[in-house]
């Protein structure tokens, strides 16, 4: 029963790691890809390693998936934002259908 | 010619799929490694492709997380657990990694 549960999610996982990277290649934009990407690969990640957990209990092996799940979820985000921030700001144009851009119209007051 | 092409990875990854579920005489788990080795190609690709910078950094960015969730595959199908470990080092790696090229493409130094 446990590793039926853990199989379950170890497939939901993957099956999100291939959405956002057939979303990396097939998105029109910079932004759009990592939009796609980064929150359906660590979403998918996490869904593996919660498989992990299950699947080994809080032994040694599970607890350090849990230790890298609660890692993952700090650093993602994190990684994520610094990246489009400084995309933004080395000058990479929207794609030419976007249709609202509030970051730039913030940057005076920012900086 | 933008039908030509989406007709073409389409194609690619169907068969891929297609192929991994029915004609391969493997067990369930390596069937997942082989699906997760799909996006890793999916993501060189755009390493390899990228029109801008940001675009390889932030695919180098998604394969360091996938590389985390193979090793996590890693454990389960062989029963060591020391591929956790590789793991969390791996996570670590990956993100100052990320953090450090994030700082080089906003163009500052890297004391500012």
């Given at each position: 029963m446990?590793?039926?549960?853990?199989l379950?999610?170890i497939?939901?996982?993957?099956?999100?790691?291939?959405?956002?990277c057939?979303?990396?290649?097939?998105?029109?934009?910079?932004?759009?890809?990592?939009?796609?990407s980064?929150?359906?690969v660590?979403?998918?990640?996490?869904?593996?390693?919660?498989?992990?957990?299950?699947?080994?209990?809080?032994?040694?092996?599970?607890?350090?998936?849990?230790?890298?799940i609660?890692?993952?979820?700090?650093?993602?985000?994190?990684?994520?934002?610094?990246?489009?921030?400084a995309?933004h700001?080395?000058?990479?144009?929207?794609?030419?259908k976007?249709v609202?851009?509030?970051?730039?119209?913030?940057?005076?007051?920012?900086s | 010619?933008?039908?030509f092409?989406?007709?073409?990875?389409?194609?690619?990854?169907?068969?891929?799929?297609?192929?991994i579920?029915?004609?391969?005489?493997?067990?369930?788990q390596?069937?997942?490694?082989?699906?997760?080795?799909?996006s890793?190609?999916?993501s060189?690709?755009r390493i390899?492709k990228?029109?801008t910078?940001?675009?390889?950094a932030?695919a180098?960015?998604?394969?360091?997380?996938?590389?985390i969730?193979?090793?996590?595959i890693?454990?389960?199908?062989?029963?060591?657990?020391?591929?956790m470990?590789?793991?969390?080092?791996?996570?670590?790696?990956s993100?100052?990694?990320?953090l450090?090229?994030?700082?080089?493409?906003?163009?500052?130094s890297?004391d500012?």
């Amino acid at each position: 029963m446990h590793e039926i549960i853990a199989l379950i999610f170890i497939i939901v996982g993957i099956t999100f790691d291939l959405f956002g990277c057939i979303g990396l290649v097939r998105m029109p934009d910079i932004y759009n890809r990592l939009q796609a990407s980064t929150k359906c690969v660590t979403l998918g990640t996490c869904g593996i390693l919660f498989g992990v957990l299950i699947k080994f209990g809080f032994t040694a092996a599970g607890v350090k998936a849990l230790i890298c799940i609660v890692f993952l979820l700090l650093t993602s985000p994190v990684s994520a934002h610094a990246l489009a921030r400084a995309t933004h700001r080395s000058g990479v144009k929207l794609w030419d259908k976007s249709v609202c851009d509030k970051y730039e119209d913030d940057k005076d007051a920012l900086s | 010619m933008r039908f030509f092409r989406w007709l073409l990875g389409f194609i690619f990854l169907a068969g891929a799929i297609i192929f991994i579920f029915a004609y391969l005489k493997v067990d369930l788990q390596a069937k997942l490694m082989l699906y997760l080795l799909i996006s890793f190609l999916l993501s060189l690709f755009r390493i390899l492709k990228g029109p801008t910078p940001a675009d390889r950094a932030i695919a180098t960015d998604v394969l360091g997380i996938l590389v985390i969730g193979f090793c996590a595959i890693l454990a389960v199908y062989t029963g060591r657990d020391w591929y956790m470990d590789i793991a969390i080092a791996w996570g670590l790696q990956s993100f100052i990694g990320a953090l450090a090229l994030a700082k080089f493409i906003e163009g500052k130094s890297f004391d500012a």
